[in-house]
């Protein structure tokens, strides 16, 4: 069965200070795997996406890594705007032939000024 | 990137009453679409991914008499949540991938809609 853990489940950070997410995996045939960001009651907000490990892909403080079996989100010099729901998920080929995310149950951040 | 429409963003109806939810892709022809349930605090359950001009597929335990998909265009999918009670109650998030880019694609997200059943 497809899963993916991100941890941790919440992270306090102060401003400036840096950190990473964690998402391990475990799925039969990856097809990329997906970052995203969520605010409250609000869909998530797309930030990369990661095909082969050794990639790495960047956006403002945010850098996304990727290996055989996890992907990092490292979150440098973060700033309080940068606090919301960081979510990943692995996309994988369904019976049907189309694909799907299968999404892990995020990491809260909350930075503090 | 682009935009996924997703109305209403909030919906409070009775029990025993029927919700429609729509989700259209704004700017791209959208193939498959994605159904979603969210409750607080936990991820996104894949409920349905729905293929225009085609039946949607139905992931294990979600009801299909329940939860009906349709995705009459490239364009637009809807949600109706038929004979709704409290336990419907959630964030419901549907998100559109595109279909002239091959299969590495990303899947955009709608703003979703937040059901209540009273």
């Known amino acids: 069965e497809d899963q993916v853990t991100q941890s941790p489940e919440a992270l306090r950070l102060q401003e400036g200070e840096s950190s990473s997410l964690n998402c391990s995996y475990t799925?039969?045939?990856?097809?990329?795997l997906f970052w995203y960001r969520q605010d409250p009651g609000k869909g998530p907000e797309f930030l990369f996406t990661l095909y082969s490990a050794g990639e790495e892909k960047e956006k403002e403080r945010l850098k996304a890594t990727l290996t055989k079996k996890e992907s990092f989100l490292h979150i440098t010099a973060p700033k309080p705007e940068d606090s919301a729901t960081y979510l990943c998920?692995?996309?994988?080929?369904?019976?049907?032939?189309?694909?799907?995310?299968?999404f892990g149950t995020g990491t809260r951040l909350l930075v503090s000024p | 990137g682009a935009v996924v429409s997703q109305h209403p963003s909030r919906v409070i109806c009775k029990s025993g009453t029927s919700v429609k939810i729509e989700c259209r892709s704004l700017d791209f022809q959208a193939t498959t679409m994605f159904w979603y349930r969210q409750f607080p605090k936990q991820s996104l359950m894949l409920m349905a991914t729905?293929?225009?001009?085609?039946?949607?597929?139905?992931e294990q335990g979600v009801e299909k008499d329940k939860f009906l998909i349709n995705h009459a265009s490239l364009t637009l999918s809807t949600l109706t949540v038929t004979s709704a009670h409290p336990e419907d109650s959630s964030f419901y998030i549907c998100?559109?991938?595109?279909?002239?880019?091959?299969?590495?694609?990303?899947?955009?997200f709608g703003q979703g809609t937040r059901l209540t059943v009273v």
């Open positions: 998100s559109a991938r595109e279909s002239d880019r091959g299969t590495n694609t990303e899947a955009f």
């Open positions: 998920a692995v996309q994988v080929l369904m019976n049907t032939g189309f694909q799907k995310l299968v």
């Open positions: 799925v039969s045939g990856l097809r990329g």
């Open positions: 729905s293929n225009e001009g085609s039946k949607a597929t139905y």
